[in-house]
């Protein structure tokens, strides 16, 4: 088992950046590809972005591109998003999940394990 707790969300203005941060605990970290994915109110969960295990490959959704960061600190057991140049339709629940390793993917149904979330809200 992994157990992962998001931390950061916030409310900020259109423009403005946010770090979040993404807690493992449990099994290895460093034995997972890593994802996060966002859900607002009344859409599905969408993927934002993934890391292979080592830190080494990255993979975006094309609505995030070049603003948002996925970077992560294994001997923190740390996955963190940084987003900057933030949007209103960036608003929604971000959560963090766990893959095995392999290419990064970006399907949720490939992600075993799920933290709780953590609201980002983006005023225009």
């Known amino acids: 088992q992994v157990q992962l707790v998001e931390s950061g969300g916030g409310l900020v203005q259109a423009g403005g950046s946010l770090r979040l941060s993404c807690a493992a605990s449990?099994?290895?970290?460093?034995?997972?590809?890593m994802g996060w994915f966002r859900q607002a109110p009344g859409k599905e969960r969408e993927f934002v972005a993934a890391?292979?295990?080592?830190?080494?490959?990255?993979r975006y959704a094309d609505s995030v591109k070049g603003r948002f960061t996925i970077s992560r600190d294994n001997t923190k057991n740390t996955v963190y998003l940084q987003m900057n140049s933030l949007k209103p339709e960036d608003t929604a629940v971000y959560s963090c999940?766990?893959?095995?390793?392999?290419?990064?993917?970006?399907?949720?149904?490939?992600?075993?394990?799920w933290g709780q979330g953590t609201q980002v809200t983006v005023s225009s």
């Open positions: 890391i292979n295990w080592s830190g080494t490959s990255t």
């Open positions: 449990g099994r290895t970290f460093s034995n997972y590809n």
């Open positions: 999940a766990a893959d095995q390793p392999g290419t990064t993917r970006s399907m949720a149904l490939y992600y075993n394990y």
